[in-house]
């Protein structure tokens, strides 16, 4: 029997194979597609839609995209988001143009190439005392401009009720903020070197984190079906951190703003998290993750998929799992299609699987090998799996 895609994904997170294997794409910075491909596919496809950009932010890269081009994906998702007070985006774009882009966080982005921007000069680099953190002049959490279009939207995709609704604030990551306002060399050395000045920011962080993501939640009621959250905490082959140092600073933040979360929705939490985080995946799900994002295979023991499987699999649903290091940049597109044959055999069986690219579609990720990917999952993701 077809279901529809909220359906489809309501199934799978429930750990309950839907009639195919469900396909998260476009909905985050996380999950999204840069503008070059999403031109690309755009052109591949026929489409005729205007480029916008994720969170309005054209200095993230990140496309929006239009509803035509979200259906010749077969994405079974729709997001809602929050975005930037409406006078940082105002001044942003009134700025001088190629200058920074600086984030009600303080946070810049700065242009390394024509059109090209990345994090740099981050603004709390010399924060070292609780008086520093007690003086930083932090973001304004409960600017109604936020999340005024938030109620709305939701709204009327639950109306609709076609699509999974994911909800997807701007990163509310405590540890991430605190690499953005700190550089991540000199967080990292300060979790080391003055732990008590680096929990207190990271305590400062999760506070504003949990404040606008109850603001969101109220806003979105109880049309939302995934709401997103993370930090990073993995590299190629290990962790940015020792487990030890994760489970003393960092895992009851988590856990609280977890329990938070789930206060206020009974929505699913994805979490995402790059890298080898296999050590942590028994913590992850005991502070009550319930979607573990995005599966990086070509990290350490992540690209060990049966065991995946076989020891989490009815703990927890993964997202992701399709290689943006090497399959999908590199690979022809019969080398996508198989990846994804092999990916959702290893992963799909009992659902409690969403397919997606491993982080954000690049910029060198020919659009061919994109429809290679959402059409094999469709070819392949289909329930009962052969």
């Known amino acids: 029997m077809t279901m529809t895609s909220r ?12 009639d195919r294997v469900p396909i998260i794409i476009g909905v985050s910075n996380a999950t999204g597609i840069k503008m070059k491909p999403y031109r690309e596919v755009k052109k591949l496809a026929g ?13 993230l890269g990140t496309a929006l995209p239009d509803e035509a081009t979200m259906v ?4 079974d998702v729709r997001g809602v988001l929050d975005l930037e007070p409406e006078h940082i985006r105002l001044r942003n774009a009134q700025r001088e143009p190629h200058s920074p882009y600086i984030s009600s966080w303080g946070t ?17 680099s010399d924060g070292k005392t609780l008086e520093d953190i007690d003086n930083y002049p932090w973001p304004d959490m409960s ?15 639950a109306s609709e ?3 999974a609704i994911v909800g997807t604030p701007w990163l509310l990551f405590p540890l991430e903020r605190a690499f953005g306002l700190q550089g991540m060399d000199v967080f990292l050395l300060n979790l080391a070197m003055n732990p008590d000045f680096a929990e207190e920011l990271l305590k400062k962080n999760a506070e504003l984190c949990k404040q606008l993501m109850g603001i969101f939640l109220d806003e979105v009621g109880e049309n939302i079906d995934i709401i997103k959250i993370g930090d990073d905490l993995g590299t190629q082959d290990s962790l940015l951190m020792s487990p030890r140092m994760y489970r003393t600073l960092l ?8 329990s938070f979360i789930k206060q206020h929705t ?27 994002n995005p599966i990086q295979t070509s990290a350490g023991r992540m690209a060990n998929l049966q065991e995946l499987k076989s020891k989490y699999g009815e703990k927890i649903v993964f997202c992701g799992g399709i290689d943006t290091q090497r399959i999908l940049p590199a690979g022809s597109p019969e080398d996508v299609r198989q990846e994804v044959k092999r990916v959702i055999s290893e992963l799909g069986p009992g659902g409690g699987y969403l397919l997606g690219s491993v982080h954000t579609i690049m910029n060198d990720v020919p659009a061919e090998n994109i429809l290679a990917m959402v059409d094999a999952a469709v070819e392949f993701g289909q329930y009962p799996l052969k």
């Open 251 to 258: 895992k009851p933040i988590h856990a609280d703003f977890i």
């Open 161 to 163: 009720n076609q699509y």
């Open 108 to 124: 810049r982005q700065i242009e390394v190439a024509d059109g090209e921007w990345t994090s740099g000069n981050p603004p709390f």
């Open 266 to 292: 009974k929505a699913k939490v994805m979490f995402h998290t790059d890298g080898d985080v296999f050590p942590l995946i028994d913590d992850f799900v005991e502070i009550g993750i319930d979607i573990l």
């Open 72 to 75: 010749r994906l077969h994405a």
């Open 7 to 18: 359906e489809r994904v309501l199934a799978a997170i429930n750990h309950e194979e839907p």
């Open 143 to 157: 600017d109604p401009t936020r999340v005024a279009h938030v109620k709305e939207q939701a709204q009327k995709l």
């Open 47 to 59: 489409i005729q839609a205007e480029d916008r950009y994720i969170y309005d932010w054209p200095e």
